[in-house]
Nanobody, 130 residues
Framework: QVQLVESGGGLVQAGGSLRLSCAAS????????VGWFRQAPGKEREFVAR????????LYTDSVKGRFTISRDNAKNTVYLQMNSLKPEDTAVYYC???????????????????????WGQGTQVTVSS
């Protein structure tokens, strides 16, 4: 079983940048899909991005394409979410999640929903002021 710990959230002005980290303990991320989700007050948790650890293949929701980058560091067993050109509507609690894939799939509809993930971090708050 893998334990996930997020860090890197904070308060930033619109147009600014933050980098979130998701560190794994208990086991490595090898063979996992690792995703970032976010939840704003009064809204459902939504998919942001995911990465397949072994292949490095990534997927993003449309609203963050070109602004956010998900990446991994094998040596540190950590997944990052680099967030640039932040907007007030990016304000949310950001969660990382992980799952060992149970079936083959690709593209949208493939591990881009919260109920597809088994392990979750505690979340980190990102607030973007206008």
């Amino acid at each position: 079983q893998v334990q996930l710990v997020e860090s890197g959230g904070g308060l930033v002005q619109a147009g600014g940048s933050l980098r979130l980290s998701c560190a794994a303990s208990g086991r490595t991320f090898s063979n996992y899909v690792v995703g970032w989700f976010r939840q704003a007050p009064g809204k459902e948790r939504e998919f942001v991005a995911r990465i397949r650890w072994n292949s490095g293949i990534t997927l993003y929701t449309d609203s963050v394409k070109g602004r956010f980058t998900i990446s991994r560091d094998n040596a540190k067993n950590t997944v990052y979410l680099q967030m640039n050109s932040l907007k007030p509507e990016d304000t949310a609690v950001y969660y990382c999640a992980a799952v060992i894939p149970r079936y083959a799939c690709s593209g949208y509809g493939c591990y881009d929903a919260p109920d597809k993930y088994d392990y979750w971090g505690q979340g980190t708050q990102v607030t973007v002021s206008s």
